[in-house]
């Protein structure tokens, strides 16, 4: 049985003519966690937003493989669809869109595309209820709008809830520690751990090695000028925070 969901052969992308990723290859497997470390302007943010769709990046070579499907034919929408999530290192605000409508839109947009019927009112009040729980987010932020006015503690909460909804089969991690607290970092983290399963997987992608105490990464990977220079266990999480990143 084929155990690969996302396989990056020699990726190569930027944005406005300027080359960023320069032959990024990368196997994930199902039941794996993978962090993704490196210097500001290494790549790694370049790396989610290729895989997320984003339009102002262009690919110019390699091919992303996701559950056996060529990733970059398909839209942003049908990559949400078919199971990818991105967590954004700074989330946008979406003023005058309650966070109970976004997410009825996003999870029976979902649901559509899998040939299923939408959640009847009541159904989905209890999911939210039950996940916003889970991520230990108040009731009352259900009737704010889509991040406004939200500390970036509440941000990173909203949006690891918005993925506890989608229950995306490969999670991405943008940054998802910067501007946390400790608290916060280990909320959000405790929400990660939880929807793991050996059916899923995610990247992390962290300049630092405090998130990666709360979740702790199968592979690590270093990104530099564009390419992973080097993969090993998460021992190499000490070796980065020990030498720097000139030394690996």
């Given at each position: 049985m084929n155990d690969i969901l996302l396989e990056i052969k020699g990726l190569k992308a930027g944005i406005e003519g300027k080359e960023i990723l320069r032959g990024v290859d990368l196997t994930i497997r199902k039941g794996e966690i993978h962090a993704i470390m490196g210097p500001n302007g290494a790549g790694k943010s370049t790396l989610s937003a290729v895989l997320a769709g984003k339009e102002n990046f262009t690919v110019t070579g390699g091919s992303i493989k996701f559950l056996g499907q060529d990733l970059l034919e398909m839209s942003p929408e049908e990559r949400s669809w078919a199971g990818i999530f991105l967590s954004?290192?700074?989330?946008?605000?979406?003023?005058?869109?309650?966070?109970?409508?976004?997410?009825?839109?996003?999870?029976?947009?979902?649901?559509?595309?899998?040939?299923?019927?939408?959640?009847?009112?009541?159904?989905?009040?209890?999911?939210?209820?039950?996940?916003?729980?889970?991520?230990?987010?108040?009731?009352?932020?259900?009737?704010?709008?889509?991040?406004?006015?939200?500390?970036?503690?509440?941000?990173?909460?909203?949006?690891?809830?918005?993925?506890?909804?989608?229950?995306?089969?490969?999670?991405?991690?943008?940054?998802?520690?910067?501007?946390?607290?400790v608290d916060a970092l280990r909320i959000v983290a405790s929400g990660v751990n939880a929807l793991h399963t050996p059916e899923k997987a995610a990247i992390v992608i962290t300049h630092y090695q405090r998130l990666l105490d709360y979740i702790v990464p199968d592979v690590v990977h270093v990104l530099k000028d564009g390419q992973i220079v080097k993969t090993a266990g998460r021992e190499l999480v000490a070796q980065i925070e020990d030498k720097g990143y000139d030394n690996i």
């Open positions: 954004f290192q700074y989330p946008v605000e979406i003023p005058g869109v309650s966070i109970t409508n976004f997410m009825k839109t996003a999870v029976n947009s979902h649901r559509k595309a899998k040939g299923l019927e939408e959640l009847k009112a009541g159904e989905f009040l209890k999911l939210m209820k039950e996940k916003m729980a889970f991520v230990q987010m108040k009731p009352e932020f259900s009737k704010r709008e889509v991040n406004v006015g939200f500390s970036g503690g509440e941000k990173k909460r909203n949006e690891i809830f918005q993925m506890a909804m989608l229950d995306p089969v490969l999670s991405i991690l943008d940054e998802t520690d910067s501007g946390l607290d």
